[in-house]
Each structure stands twice: as C-alpha cells, then as structure tokens.
C-alpha cells in the first residue's frame, strides 16, 4: 500500500547542509518529489525524481534516491534561513497521477 | 507564482452550509487536481479532472464535488459541512494527467481556507 514517512522536524545553523529524509513503501512509486510550504503560501514544487535515477542535482538541491530501501533523501547545501520551511516527500505509482504525500519535515535555519 | 490561482483566499462559514471554491490552472494546464490538508490528516487526494473528465478519485466525502469546465477551470463544491471540514483545499494543475502517460509535475495554487464554525 501508500505510505510516505517523513521526521517532523529538523534544526540546522545557517550555512550547514540540511538532509531531510523520507521513506516509501510502494515498490511501483513512479516519481518522487520534494515541495516547500512556506506559512501561509501553497506547495511550491522543488524537484522530483523517477524512480530509475538514483540521484538529481539542481542548484544547491541533491535528491538521492536508495530503491532498494525505499529511501529518499533532500540534501540542502549552503542553508539560508529563507530555507525555513515544511518539506513534503510524495510520490507517484505508475499511471495513477495522484500524489500520497507524508507529513512534512518543519526545517527551522539558526542564524 | 505558480500560476495558479485560487478563490477566495479565506472562507469563514456555518456547519450545514454549502460553499463553492474556485481554481484556474496555469495557461496550458489539461488537468485540476483537488487536495485537503488539514492537521490530522496532513495532505489528501481528493480527485483529478483532465480536460474536463474526471480522471481520478481518492479520499473525496461524497458530500464533496467537483467539477471542470470548458474553460479548463474547476469548481470544488462542499455542503452540508461540518466542522471537521475545516482545512486548507488546494488546488494543482498539470499539462498532462490523461491516458497517455506524460509529464508528471503538479503546480500548487495558494490555497482556498476554510474555517466551519
């Protein structure tokens, strides 16, 4: 079945990398993503990945994907404090273009 | 931006009453999809319309509807509401999300929130 765990929350100082993890239990998940809610604003969609990558790069964005564990990982290089947000992993299984989210990962940047 | 718009921003009313909220997708966009996030059930599915048909369904009370219109806007209507409807709705839109399995990224609107008193 679906499932999407995430940890609630993770604390880092400004400049640290942040790595925010999540793990899956459908073996067909198709995609995979990571969305930023900021308080108050809608999802914004920060990268995805297929599940044939292993890992994607974009900016200071590194998503590793571990298929065999079900595992995937947001790694925030450099984080700012505008960084501070809730981050959702959520995936979606094989032609079914609804996405199971988890619950969220609230990321609070220390100056 | 995402691009998609949503209205109105916040909705304040009774339980047993019936509201109506509004999404216009990104220029382009085939598909709607309606999500609810609230704080015990985080994120759902609630459905998807694709160029006007209704695509795909999930965790959608059937006191809830929607609809998707020519103009590829869509309606979510919600009645005789309680007050555990109380969340934020959603709306996303994608170019694809039809029978041919194409682009995958869903753009998320601000939200419509909805307070039942």
């Known amino acids: 079945g679906e499932d999407v765990e995430q940890s609630l929350f993770l604390s880092v100082r400004e400049g640290d990398s942040s790595v925010i993890n999540c793990t899956y239990t459908?073996?067909?998940?198709?995609?995979l993503y990571w969305y930023k809610q900021e308080p108050g604003a809608g999802l914004q969609l920060l990268t995805y990945?297929?599940?044939?990558?292993d890992m994607k790069q974009d900016q200071r964005l590194t998503v590793l994907l571990n298929k065999k564990d079900k595992h995937l990982s947001l790694r925030i290089a450099d984080t700012q404090t505008g960084d501070s947000a809730i981050y959702f992993c959520?995936?979606?299984?094989?032609?079914?273009?609804?996405?199971?989210f988890g619950k969220g990962t609230l990321l609070t940047v220390n100056p | 931006d995402s691009g998609v718009t949503q209205t109105p921003k916040h909705l304040i009313t009774a339980t047993g009453q019936r509201v109506t909220l509004r999404c216009s997708p990104r220029?382009?966009?085939?598909?709607v999809y309606w999500y609810q996030q609230s704080l015990d059930q985080g994120l759902q599915f609630l459905i998807q319309?694709?160029?006007?048909?209704?695509?795909a369904k999930g965790n959608i009370l059937e006191r809830f509807s929607a609809q998707q219109f020519p103009d590829l806007h869509s309606e979510l209507n919600l009645s005789s509401l309680e007050l555990g409807d109380s969340a934020l709705y959603f709306c996303?839109?994608?170019?694809?999300?039809?029978?041919?399995?194409?682009?995958?990224?869903?753009?998320f609107g601000p939200g419509t929130r909805l307070t039942v008193t």
């Open positions: 990945i297929f599940s044939n990558m």
């Open positions: 319309y694709y160029n006007g048909e209704e695509r």
């Open positions: 996303a839109s994608s170019v694809g999300g039809g029978p041919r399995q194409d682009t995958y990224e869903q753009y």
């Open positions: 459908d073996s067909s998940s198709t995609y």
């Open positions: 959520a995936e979606s299984i094989g032609s079914n273009y609804k996405l199971t």
């Open positions: 220029s382009g966009d085939l598909s």
